[in-house]
């Protein structure tokens, strides 16, 4: 039996847990509403991690197409279409992209967003000038990222700003002690990633010949923690 699993495989463990199991704690955690103090700081960090990517963004990304992937509940894709830009925000998750719609449709002053539900390395969606995948590909190990990030990066004509979860003793020993106990309605285990190794398969001439590593920035704030980097598209 094999000791990985597959790319839709977890894609469709991410859409049972997403649109089902977490989907109500996911709106209060995207919202303004209290929450426990363990959330708080999850929400917090993902605050400073949307700021991050945001700011390797241009101020002003008026007649700019930009692929949110992975957009959750939508709140990174309001604030790049109130930025101007024309902003396709897509997750697995209906449940989550209706309440993305829900918050956010017609409220956008300058840019616009188009809600889609599916897989964001379709090719069918097209063409993008930046593309924002915060948080959705930190499931997926080292190898299952950067072959998606090389099928984004051939429609991408600018950047990809991304995170993944970097790998660290403390955090191995976390998921390794974890995996013991019944999963529950747990969330799918992050996969932790070595820096250096991602670096290296991207520098592979044979797997994203197009992407140039640039910006790399860290979240840590308590129960949060996720690297961002910026890939330049060639």
């Not at 495989?9 to 996911?26: K, V």
């Not at 008026?62 to 990174?76: F, Y």
């Not at 997750?91 to 964001?120: C, H, K, M, W, Y």
């Not at 979860?165 to 969330?187: E, I, K, Q, W, Y």
Request: charged share 25%.
């Amino acid at each position: 039996m094999p000791t990985t699993i597959t790319y839709e495989e977890r894609r469709g463990q991410l859409l049972q847990y997403f649109d089902r199991t977490a989907a109500d704690a996911w709106k209060r955690l995207t919202s303004d509403v209290p929450v426990s103090g363990v959330r708080a700081t999850v929400r917090e960090g993902r605050r400073q991690m949307r700021n991050t990517l945001l700011s390797w963004l241009p101020d002003d990304l008026s007649g700019l197409r930009i692929l949110d992937a992975g957009c959750g509940t939508c709140v990174l894709a309001a604030e790049l279409a109130s930025r101007g830009a024309d902003v396709l925000a897509i997750d697995l998750s209906p449940t989550l992209v209706r309440l993305g719609e829900e918050r956010f449709a017609g409220q956008v002053p300058r840019g616009r967003i188009e809600f889609a539900v599916g897989d964001f390395a379709d090719p069918a969606l097209g063409q993008f000038d930046h593309v924002v995948a915060m948080d959705s590909l930190i499931h997926y190990g080292a190898e299952d990222t950067v072959h998606a990030l090389a099928e984004l990066g051939a429609r991408t004509r600018r950047s990809i700003c991304f995170t993944y979860t970097p790998s660290n003793l403390l955090l191995t020993t976390m998921l390794a002690v974890g995996r013991l106990f019944p999963r529950g309605d747990r969330s799918p285990a992050v996969v932790p990633i070595q820096r250096r190794h991602l670096l290296n398969l991207l520098a592979e001439p044979d797997r994203a010949p197009h992407l140039i590593p640039a910006r790399s920035d860290r979240v840590a704030h308590y129960f949060y923690t996720s690297q961002a980097l910026e890939v330049l598209c060639a």
